[in-house]
């Protein structure tokens, strides 16, 4: 045996071969393998994540105004004082809870119906689909200005419908009573398709051998789609409605090339009114109070998916 080593311990010597040294090394090596590949998205995470949000955060505790970035002086929870004491944040934070909620239903709602018609093959299924998809390939600002042509008051296809029909004309985008439907329609166009993607994905995982199991035994369609096919997809429904929230309560392009977040703030949400307080108040201190309001509805959010899921994999597991 080569000796590599040495050393003396009460008048002995202590030996150490180079394959039990080097599989030290190589151990150690093992076990910290993991933690190096972890250092390239731990550093992206901590430079254009958790910095950028610990400077928000920083910020809404201070007087900081746009025309002055880095001048700002701390002011405590002035900022949240005053947006507790504005009835136009209460405004905003009702608009955007019902604008979240409302493109989570309707969206995942007609997705997943899209979804189901569409998993059969059928002639025509590839055109079908691709037609489907068309809202959510389509870029934000390109789907603004179709929509915009639809809504026009004066020469707008939705108006040449209705009035075709003895309705009258609407003001879809400039009625306070209409401006939040008429963007929720254009989000719910958006969105659906992604949602049948996902829940088509989803299908795919559903055994066929169970669906003719459940037929054997007498089951009609409803029965089978709630007792096989519905405990299957219900992991990406869920997975697919916490993004659409999260994605609701942060969307800004939408929602200000259609409306500007009028008429009279009738859809103005977190989100718009950060640009608006930002960018026509010249308060960057209490736009940041208003980011950071919005990150704590969607950490909400992503709670409320994490305890739904936790007890349905609880039940899962107890079944």
Not at 88 to 115: D, E, K, M, N, P
Not at 299 to 316: D, I, S, T, Y
């Amino acid at each position: 045996m080569s000796i590599s080593s040495s050393d003396r311990k009460g008048g002995r010597a202590v030996r150490v071969s180079p394959g039990v040294q080097g599989g030290g090394f190589r151990k150690t090596g093992r076990t910290l393998l993991p933690y190096a590949f972890l250092l390239a998205p731990m550093a992206y995470l901590v430079v254009f994540m958790f910095w950028p949000l610990a400077r928000q955060i920083w910020t809404s505790l201070t007087n900081t105004r746009i025309v002055n970035p880095n001048g700002g002086s701390f002011v405590g929870l002035r900022n949240y004082e005053r947006l507790l004491s504005d009835p136009s944040f209460y405004g905003s934070l009702w608009t955007t809870v019902v604008y979240a909620a409302v493109s989570v239903v309707l969206g995942v709602l007609l997705g997943a119906i899209s979804a189901l018609a569409i998993d059969r093959p059928f002639r025509g299924r590839a055109v079908v689909r691709s037609v489907l998809l068309f809202g959510w390939a389509m870029p934000n600002v390109a789907t603004a200005l179709i929509w915009l042509w639809m809504f026009n008051e004066q020469s707008g296809v939705l108006n040449n419908i209705v009035s075709a029909l003895g309705l009258g004309r609407f003001a879809w985008l400039t009625s306070t009573s209409l401006a939040l439907p008429s963007v929720l329609l254009v989000t719910v166009w958006q969105v659906a398709p992604f949602v049948m993607l996902v829940v088509l994905a989803a299908l795919q995982s559903v055994p066929q051998e169970l669906r003719e199991a459940a037929r054997v035994d007498g089951a009609d369609a409803l029965n089978v789609f709630r007792t096989v096919t519905l405990p299957h997809i219900m992991p990406a429904v869920q997975l697919v409605s916490l993004l659409i929230a999260v994605w609701s309560i942060r969307r800004f392009d939408i929602i200000y090339l259609l409306t500007g977040g009028g008429p009279l703030e009738s859809t103005s949400t977190l989100v718009v009114k950060i640009r608006q307080v930002a960018f026509e108040g010249y308060q960057l201190g209490l736009a940041s109070a208003y980011g950071v309001v919005g990150l704590i509805l969607a950490l909400l959010v992503a709670a409320l998916h994490f305890v739904v899921e936790r007890r349905r994999a609880g039940m899962g597991a107890r079944a």
